[in-house]
């Protein structure tokens, strides 16, 4: 209990909060404890089962041709790659499907980074409110020195919120905001494996071609898992 204090709480945690609004906006500051929960699933991408999809439907389009993919795409779950083979389907220029792919994916990551931004302002936030409540509490203090007994214990706690601060920004926010980090980079590189699928599907390439070229996306001991079921004859 020495190091519990709900004033020093309230200083930093709610003050530092607060000062979001002002930083981002309401909605990615509201919706900032749906952003941290983030960090604490088991969050995949699936990239084994999207490689094996885009190896069928590469396989099934030399056979039949690409309008014969059609039929597949109700089926999809994964509704960037969904829109990409609809646009093949389409008969849509490879330029475009590939502009309209990146387009997409790069405003998934504006919106992710300015989500980002937010629980990293919070881990900047936190460690000057700790700051501005130990001051509170060192006023609070030197108003009533002619206490000698209670210099000590009012000295402890207005240190605490420095503390409170620190702990704020360095065992969670900044530790929260790589982790999200690390997945927005992973969601990115499997969009990018997306896009080169779907328009290796459109190219007519061979699917063993296309296999090597989705392996690269992978990590080596992920690549060496799916390897042997779809580069097989």
């Known amino acids: 209990m020495t190091f519990v204090d709900i004033p020093s709480v309230l200083i930093v945690v709610l003050g530092s909060y607060f000062g979001l609004f002002s930083f981002g906006s309401i909605p990615d500051?509201?919706?900032i404890f749906k952003t941290i929960g983030l960090c604490f699933k088991n969050v995949s991408f699936n990239e084994k089962n999207l490689i094996?999809?885009?190896m069928s439907m590469?396989?099934?389009?030399r056979r039949e041709g690409l309008l014969a993919l059609e039929e597949e795409l109700e089926d999809l779950d994964d509704q960037f790659m969904k829109k990409g083979l609809r646009l093949v389907v389409d008969g849509t220029d490879a330029e475009i499907v590939r502009a309209l792919m990146e387009t997409e994916m790069a405003q998934m990551g504006e919106r992710h980074v300015a989500k980002i931004k937010v629980v990293n302002m919070w881990?900047?936030?936190a460690p000057g409110l700790g700051m501005l409540g130990t001051v509170i509490g060192l006023i609070g203090m030197l108003k009533n020195l002619e206490d000698k007994s209670?210099?000590?214990p009012n000295m402890a706690v207005a240190l605490i919120t420095t503390l409170y601060g620190s702990?704020?920004?360095n065992l969670m926010m900044i530790p929260w905001s790589g982790k999200l980090q690390t997945m927005d980079a992973t969601e990115g590189k499997v969009k990018e494996m997306v896009i080169e699928g779907v328009l290796s599907i459109q190219a007519g390439d061979n699917p063993r071609i296309l296999g090597m070229k989705l392996l690269s996306y992978l990590t080596p001991e992920d690549a060496k898992?799916?390897?042997a079921e779809i580069m097989k004859d």
């Open 225 to 227: 898992a799916v390897e």
């Open 167 to 169: 702990m704020v920004a």
């Open 58 to 61: 590469s396989e099934k389009a």
């Open 123 to 125: 881990g900047t936030l």
């Open 150 to 152: 209670a210099l000590g």
């Open 52 to 54: 094996t999809k885009l």
């Open 29 to 31: 500051t509201i919706g």
